[in-house]
Each structure stands twice: as C-alpha cells, then as structure tokens.
Nanobody, 114 residues
Framework: QVQLVESGGGLVQPGGSLRLSCEASGSIFILYMGWHRQPPGKQRELVAG???????NYADSVKGRFTISRDIAKNTVYLQMNSLTPEDTAVYYC?????????WGKGTLVTVSS
C-alpha cells in the first residue's frame, strides 16, 4: 500500500519562505509527482508538477517564486516556496502518479500572515 507523508507546512510572514516535503512509501514506480493546494473556500488547484524525466510545470501564480524538485531514490518530492503572500495560504497536497494508480497525501497547512 502506498502512503504519502507531507511535512514542512506552518505559519510564515509575507515575504518569507517554506519548504514542503512529501515522501512516498510502499511499492510504487513513480511517473509523476506534484503539489496541489486548496485555499480557504476555494477549489483545489495545481501548483507544480514534475515528471520522472524531470520536466516541470507550474501554475502562473507561482512561477518564479516556487520550485519543485524530487529525489527519485528517496521517492520524495519537494516544494521550495519563496516570496510568500497571503494568497498562498492553503492546504497543500502532495500527489503521486505511478503505474499502479494515483495517490494523495492528507495535506499540510501553509498560512501566510503577519
């Protein structure tokens, strides 16, 4: 059974930085790893994704501020978030796609506030 464990969320002031991590455990051949977020009262949206080959894609709202990376050997994906604004406040979810299916983490809360 595949499980995703996210970490790194918390409270940060505007302009600050956070780094999220998500480790996938279990038997999985990972094809894609990504981060989504759900702001309060809004729908879940894609933040960033990275393919097994290393191709990345980002939401326009985070381009130039967020960076996604992964360590295939550790089955771990990271999201470096810089220049955070209150609009980045959301629950961030890790998503991993593999040959066996699509998996989601439980989410980690990021709050950007002074």
């Amino acid at each position: 059974q595949v499980q995703l464990v996210e970490s790194g969320g918390g409270l940060v002031q505007p302009g600050g930085s956070l780094r999220l991590s998500c480790e996938a455990s279990g038997s999985i051949f990972i094809l894609y790893m990504g981060w989504h977020r759900q702001p309060p009262g809004k729908q879940r949206e894609l933040v960033a994704g990275i393919s097994r080959g290393g191709n990345t894609n980002y939401a326009d709202s985070v381009k130039g501020r967020f960076t996604i990376s992964r360590d295939i050997a550790k089955n771990t994906v990271y999201l470096q978030m810089n220049s955070l604004t209150p609009e980045d406040t959301a629950v961030y979810y890790c998503n991993v796609g593999g040959r066996g299916g699509d998996y989601w983490g439980k989410g980690t809360l990021v709050t950007v506030s002074s």
